[in-house]
């Protein structure tokens, strides 16, 4: 299935967007550890907050997890990187830079994307799919982050990203929200 990333903002445009708005903003790589996974697969899971000034009292907090060792050619070895600015796009994303279609940055996709599991004819849900889910957890009224909870409680898992779920987890996901469990 081709995936098409038109809707995705990369994270350098959302940081350019997120300087003109805020000029005196700053950016903090607050945590990083490595998280061993249940199979026994590692991530690293980078934490970062962003201020919109120094005045700002409440950050925009984002973490996002990279597989270690990083499996493609761009992200072995450059793990940490990769995963401290995949949280910074999705910091900024929870600012409104760059989210009118989704918190997830253009990176974040691409670099599932990238992962050997999609040679093994993993079919991702189909945007519809995707829309519907959000549509059943608006109606639930959950938010961006209710959602992604909800999400990671339902399927088991400890980080996730909605636009590169499968088919079959979004089913799983649907089928609960459908349920009220």
Same mark, same amino acid.
């Not at 945590?31 to 026994?40: K, L, R, W």
């Not at 079919?123 to 519809?128: I, L, M, Q, T, V």
């Not at 992604?148 to 999400?151: D, F, H, Q, V």
């Given at each position: 299935m081709a995936f098409? &990333? $038109?809707?995705?903002?990369? #994270? @350098?445009?959302?940081? &350019?967007?997120?300087?003109?708005?805020? @000029? $005196?903003?700053?950016?903090q790589e607050t945590? %990083?550890?490595? #998280?061993?996974? @249940? $199979?026994?697969s590692y991530f690293y899971r980078c934490t970062v907050s962003v201020w919109r000034d120094e005045k700002d009292p409440i950050p925009a907090i984002a973490t996002a997890a990279e597989p270690y060792p990083g499996k493609t050619p761009y992200t072995k070895n450059s793990e940490f990187m990769v995963g401290m600015t995949s949280a910074l796009g999705r910091a900024l994303g929870y600012m409104g830079c760059g989210s009118a279609k989704s918190i997830a940055s253009r990176n974040e996709i691409e670099a599932r994307l990238d992962q050997p599991a999609s040679t093994f004819n993993v079919?991702?849900? %189909? @945007?519809?799919s995707i829309a519907y889910l959000k549509s059943l957890a608006r109606g639930a009224e959950y938010d961006d982050q209710g959602t992604?909870?909800?999400?990671q409680h339902i &399927?088991? #898992?400890d980080d996730v990203i909605i636009?590169?779920?499968?088919? $079959?987890?979004?089913?799983? #996901?649907?089928?609960?929200?459908?349920?009220?469990?």
């Open positions: 098409n &990333l $038109d809707n995705y903002i990369d #994270v @350098p445009t959302r940081l &350019l967007e997120a300087l003109k708005r805020w @000029p $005196d903003l700053r950016i945590a %990083s550890e490595m #998280v061993t996974m @249940p $199979d026994g079919r991702f849900a %189909s @945007p519809k992604l909870a909800y999400i &399927l088991g #898992v636009e590169t779920l499968t088919q $079959d987890q979004a089913t799983r #996901v649907i089928e609960a929200l459908k349920n009220n469990e």
